[in-house]
């Protein structure tokens, strides 16, 4: 009776972590989304762009 109330409580939670790792999936894909966009975003390329060129500045 132990072994069967102990194999119910163990398979219990076997999605558990299923879904632990999808919600984990779904922020990190969010992360990312807002990521690119502030990356992708005119002044973050318009910085990037100037340090580049300041340092091919120094080089040369």
Same mark, same amino acid.
Request: hydrophobic share 50%; aromatic share 6%.
């Given at each position: ?32 989304? %807002?990521?690119?966009? %502030? %990356? ?11 340090? %580049? ?8």
């Amino acid at each position: 009776m132990l072994a069967r109330r102990w194999a119910e409580v163990r398979t219990g939670e076997e999605g558990m972590s299923t879904a632990e790792y999808a919600v984990g999936t779904v922020a990190a894909c969010a992360f990312a989304a %807002v990521l690119y966009q %502030v %990356v992708t975003g005119g002044s973050v390329v318009g910085a990037l762009g100037d340090l %580049v060129e300041s340092a091919l500045a120094t080089l040369s």
